[in-house]
């Protein structure tokens, strides 16, 4: 039978190569941290939007500005900002940046926000070099548990894939969160019931929650994962990460609590997301009406609820005006008001859900599907399509729609070598790392599929590289062994 690949056995592979891997990421890394920022660090035809810092990213280098603002004026870093209605860690980090390489971050605050032009690629550098050192320390764990081969293409994975690899050169909060999934990793594959080693991660896991919000129950999976493995030698562990959580999530209740009154963890973004990204589209489904009109209808609905619950409002309004429904909190005089809204906001969002299951459901399982894509040219289009305000926009682009069967061979291939990677796992028996690796993956499914947004599918991805590694090298001992792979 014709041979159709080249294989070198196991020898091959080395520990300094796969920290050549490492290097060679960061500098390909850095690269592209370059050509975007030689490309799109600048505004868009109004003077004043940047094309790269647009949206979320745009909302944390104004909250990172507002730090510095406070703390030049002599404030306290750690309480210096605004009422953080989403994740506090990104913005605080870019504000850490900003004072320490003295790069100012906003241009004119009035009219309108401009961000100021330079001075942002070694943020984007030092977020890659964190990032790769985590993948070095990580290789370190895995290299005890792995076989060198196997190693070898788990790093690659985690150093190369484009749908990881493209956010160490952008803006968004990913870069970031991925390293703290590494280094949470790397301290599970320990693989110890000891109190300081787990109590770094809870430490590590609350930090995953200041970085972006979905990691707020990520304990969860861990602690199961501590029953399975260490059954009567779990109670140790189990609380040493608690107490570890509890320390870093209590500091955010306080923060809330000195600028609020109120002792709160979780973000009012997650009182409402459902709400807006899912729910509201389930009653325009129903009722067959457009996206505007189940605004009106819910606005209504929600303003009558501030009447009826005596809650304060601005003088000068317009409630015909309102272009979306959480706009409303815009109207609210007390911040403990604006709390109490977005309480109901949380109340309302599952109640459509229920009135409307079959619907919900329906929409639940497309979404998922679309999800689990991956999508490897998001920063660049998000960059060249929204950043700079082209017509149409990305998502309903021809070049939209070309791509799409590219990213789904793209997936699909991916997955099949993961497939291998769980036999792989079965096959050695080794459930324990298999159960922390599925309960991962099984938390982000549940907690973000329903928003079908493949962007919030790529800590997955992390994950999924064990899969991959031990796949792609169990694939290809079984072509070997049907002679189509040539030994070397």
């Known amino acids: 039978m014709k041979n159709y690949f080249s294989y070198k056995d196991s020898s091959y592979f080395t520990l300094k190569k796969i920290f050549l891997l490492i290097f060679l990421g960061f500098i390909s890394s850095i690269a592209l941290s370059s050509y975007y920022i030689i490309k799109y660090d600048k505004y868009t035809d109004n003077g004043y939007s940047h094309v790269m810092l647009k949206d979320e990213t ?3 280098w104004k909250q990172g500005a507002k730090i510095v603002k406070d703390v030049k004026k002599g404030n306290n870093f750690f309480l210096s900002g605004d009422v953080t209605s989403t994740k506090p860690l990104p913005g605080r980090l870019v504000a850490i940046y ?6 100012e971050i906003i241009d004119e605050w009035e009219p309108s926000i401009k961000i100021k032009l330079g001075g942002k690629l070694p943020f984007l550098i030092i977020q890659s070099l964190v990032y790769y050192l985590a993948l070095a320390y990580l290789v370190l764990k895995i290299n005890k548990i792995f076989p060198i081969e196997n190693c070898f293409y788990i790093v690659f994975f985690l150093a190369f894939e484009h749908t990881i690899f493209q956010y160490h050169s952008s803006f968004w909060s990913e870069s970031f969160y991925f390293t703290l999934q590494i280094l949470i990793l790397s301290l599970l594959f320990n693989n110890s019931y000891k109190i300081s080693g787990n109590l770094f991660v809870g430490i590590l896991v609350g930090i ?5 919000s979905v990691g707020i129950f990520y304990l969860m999976p861990i602690i199961t994962y501590f029953l399975f493995s260490y059954r009567s030698k779990s109670i140790k562990p189990i609380i040493a990460s608690v107490i570890g959580y509890t320390l870093i999530v209590s500091l955010v209740g306080f923060y809330n609590y000195k600028k609020t009154n109120l002792f709160y963890i979780f973000p009012i973004e ?4 459902i709400y807006v990204y899912f729910s509201t589209s389930l009653i325009a489904q129903k009722k067959k009406i457009n996206d505007n009109e189940v605004v009106k209808e819910e606005a209504q609905r929600l303003y009558k609820w501030l009447k009826d619950n005596n809650i304060k409002l601005k003088d000068d309004y317009d ?3 309102i272009i979306s429904v959480t706009s409303l909190s815009s109207l609210i005089k007390n911040e403990k008001d604006i709390i109490k809204f977005y309480d109901h906001l949380n109340k309302r969002q599952y109640e459509i ?4 299951p079959l ?3 329906k929409q639940a399982i497309i979404r998922l599907i679309h999800f689990s894509v991956l999508d490897p040219i998001h920063n660049y289009y998000y960059n060249e399509y929204r950043g700079q305000n082209k017509k149409p926009a990305f998502i309903k682009s021809k070049t939209h729609k070309i791509w799409i069967p590219y990213r789904i061979v793209y997936t699909l291939l991916i997955y099949f070598v993961c497939f291998f990677g769980l036999i792989h796992f079965l096959k050695q028996k080794n459930y324990q790392l298999l159960l922390l690796l599925l309960l991962s993956i099984f938390y982000y499914i549940i907690l973000l599929g329903w928003t079908g947004t493949t962007r919030l599918f790529v800590p997955n991805l992390i994950y999924l590289s064990f899969f991959f590694g031990n796949g792609l090298v169990l694939l290809m001992n079984l072509l ?3 002679n189509l792979i040539i030994s070397n």
């Open 270 to 273: 997650g009182k409402r997301d």
């Open 319 to 321: 409630l015909d005006k």
């Open 353 to 356: 859900i229920f009135e409307n």
């Open 208 to 212: 995953l929650f200041l970085q972006r």
């Open 359 to 361: 619907i919900a459901v």
């Open 480 to 482: 070997k062994k049907n």
């Open 58 to 60: 745009l909302r944390i």
């Open 98 to 103: 900003s004072l320490l390489s003295d790069h």
